[in-house]
């Protein structure tokens, strides 16, 4: 299976492949910051053509191990040295609201520009703005609740039901997705420490198939007994670019 990024919305490990000195950097949180994000931007700009900035907003660690289990009674979720829980149901950030699905970028997109990139902002919107996601297993390799994306180009606006994303800083919109048998679901079995998976979750071009990829982690029906308790790490991305 070809799997095209303009076509589908996500890419999977082909080429994107991280050496030992950015995995180890992004299992220590101290290291994340110094040494794994630099390796991301750079991973961003091989595969992505005419980018002219990259902008990092996020990085999260997720642990499918309950709070409770691990012995937190108080969590503060804006936080990064806390773990997020897998999310199970199938959704997408930063969606092309009805109005402008054809050819414009959604309030929640150019807000967070905004937010990220003060008296740039404006300048920057006038180009194509996208919000990649690259994803991928630290410590050990995923076989408990993997993630799970969908073939974007499958996924028309009234497939999705928009809900507030509330923190305590920030207000935006995720969109979640409602049950179609015409959707294509892919996942990377077995996915390795050095395999990242990248993935759109908005993209301000009209021209591509896929604007924004679904995607869900999920209980796999196989998982041996004493798999180990997924750990990943994401990096949420603005890519600006001219083209």
Avoid at 100 to 109: E, G, L, R, V, W
Wanted: glycine share 4%; proline share 5%.
């Amino acid at each position: 299976m070809n799997f095209i990024w303009t076509r589908m919305a996500f890419k999977f490990p082909a080429t994107l492949f991280l050496g030992p000195e950015a995995i180890a950097a992004s299992t220590g949180s101290t290291l994340v910051e110094r040494d794994y994000l630099p390796e991301v931007e750079r991973l961003v700009r091989t595969q992505i053509p005419n980018v002219t900035s990259v902008h990092i907003f996020d990085q999260r660690i997720r642990r499918n191990v309950s709070y409770q289990s691990a012995g937190l009674r108080h969590i503060d979720l804006n936080n990064r040295a806390f773990y997020l829980l897998p999310v199970n149901t199938a959704h997408v950030e930063q969606v092309v609201t009805h109005e402008i699905f054809q050819d414009s970028t959604p309030a929640s997109a150019v807000q967070r520009v905004r937010r990220e990139m003060g008296d740039q902002a404006e300048s920057l919107l006038k180009g194509r703005i996208r919000i990649t996601n690259l994803w991928r297993p630290i410590n050990h390799r995923v076989e408990d609740n993997p993630l799970a994306v969908c073939d974007g180009s499958l996924v028309d606006y009234d497939d999705m039901l928009a809900s507030d994303h509330v923190t305590r800083d920030y207000v935006g919109e995720t969109f979640n997705l409602m049950y179609r048998s015409k959707y294509d679901w892919y996942y990377i079995s077995n996915q390795d420490v050095d395999e990242v998976l990248m993935f759109k979750t908005y993209d301000s071009s009209s021209q591509v198939a896929a604007r924004h990829c679904p995607h869900a982690s999920f209980h796999h029906a196989k998982v041996p007994a004493g798999t180990l308790p997924r750990e990943s790490i994401e990096v949420r991305v603005l890519i600006f670019s001219n083209d």
